[in-house]
C-alpha cells in the first residue's frame, strides 16, 4: 500500500529517495534483459489499465483538482493538473503508439577497420533514471512508459499537487502492467513525498541514479541542475520555454492569424506562442488584425516599450498566462537574432510564402526547433516524433536536445570484434 500523502513520512527525504532508487537498481538489470515481447506487452498492458483503472485515477485526480483550486492556484496550473476522460484516451493512444515504435537497433556497425577488426556501436541502457516533474500527471506515465521501452529503471518524484494522482497511476495502471508482463514492478519507483527535498536528493545520488530528467520552472530546473552537477549526476532539464511567432511580409494573412491562434491554445506549455514578431513591411492593418485574433482568445497584447525582456515566459507567470510579447523586426534574419538572443531557444516559426526568406530565417535560427508555415505547438514529443516524451531539453551541448524519447535513454558504448570471415 502507498503512503497517504497526508500521513508524514518518518524517513528523511535522501532516505526515502535512497531507497527508491537501491529498489530500481535492484530491478534494472533484468529489465535491461527484458525480451521486446515482454516490453510491449507491458506497454500495451498500461494502456489497457487506464481504462480498467479510470475510476481510481479520475477519482484521486479530482482531489488533486479540488485541493488545488481551494488553494487559490491559478486557472493555468489547473488546467495542467486535471485529467478527464478525453485526456485519459489521449493517454492510453498515446502508449498503444509507443508499444508499436520499433525499437532501436541495440549494435550498428560503424566500420569494418584495414586492421582486420571491426567497430561496432552498441547501445545501453543507463540502469536507473529519475524524473522530477511539475503537477502534470499524465507524465507519470509518459516517463514511465519512456523507461521501460528503453528497458531503464526509474525514480520518479512529483509535487504535492499532482502526487494523488500519480500515486493512482502507478498503482494502477504502472505496476500491475510490468506484473502481467512478467517483470519486476520495483523498477519503475515513484517518492510517496511531496517534499522539496526529495528532488534535492532525487539529484545527489550519482551511485544509484547517475541521470536525472528535470522538469519544472526555470528557477526550480536551475537550482536542481546545479545541485545535480555538483554531485557528478547528470540533469537533462526541461525549464525555460517560450514559442516565438515571426510573421514576414510575403506571410499569408489567413496562415499567419491561423498559426497564431493554434499557437494559443493552451497557455500553460512550454510551447505556445509567447512572442510574437511582425515585420515593418507588415501593413499596420495585417498587424491590428493579428492583435485583435488573440484580443479575441482573451489575450493581453505586451507593446512596446516593454517593461520586461521580450522573451519573458508568461506560461510561467502566475496570473498573466493570457499574455503575448509582440514586437516589429526589419526582417527574417533579425526575427532569428532576436529569437537567438532573448528567448529560451525552444522553437521559433516564420509565416512567409518567400522561400528565400523561409531560408534566411531557418538558417539564422539555432534554437531547438525550426519551423517554416507550422507551429511551435509542434515541438512536442507526440505531436513531432509520434511517441511521448520525457521532456524538451534546450541545452547548447552535445546531446539528445528537443524532444528526448525512449531513443536518446542510452548509453553509447564502442565493441570492437575481430571481423567475422564466415
Known sequence: ???????????????????????A?????ALAAAPEQAITTALDGMAARLTKARTDVLAANAEDVAAAEQAGVTAALVDRLRIDEARLEEMAGQLSLLAKAPFPPRDRVLE?????LRLIERRRPVGVIGATFEARPNVTVDVASQLVKSRNAGVLRTGSAALRSALALRAGV????LVDAGLDPAAVQLVADPRRDSAVAL?????????????????TTRRLSAEGARHGVRVLAHADGGGVLYVDGAADPQLATELLVAGLDRLGVCNRVNLLLVAEDVSDARYEDLLQAARLRGITISLPPHDHPLGHEWALDDGREATVTVSRVAGPAEAARVANRETSGLA?????????AATEFLDGYDGTGAFWNASTRLLDGFKLRRVPE???????????RGPVTFE????RQYVVTPVDKS
Open 1 to 23: 500500500m502507498h503512503r497517504s500523502i497526508a500521513e508524514a513520512p518518518t524517513e528523511t527525504a535522501a532516505e526515502l529517495v535512497a531507497g527508491c532508487g537501491q529498489a
Open 25 to 29: 537498481q535492484r530491478a534494472a538489470p
Open 112 to 116: 569494418d577497420r584495414p586492421d582486420g
Open 174 to 177: 504502472i505496476a500491475p502492467a
Open 203 to 219: 539529484v545527489g545520488q550519482p551511485d544509484v541514479i547517475p541521470l536525472v530528467i528535470v522538469r519544472g520552472s526555470g528557477e
Open 348 to 356: 521559433a516559426t516564420i509565416v512567409t510564402a518567400d522561400e528565400a
Open 390 to 400: 520525457t521532456g524538451i531539453n534546450v541545452d547548447r551541448v552535445p546531446g539528445p
Open 408 to 411: 536518446d535513454l542510452y548509453l
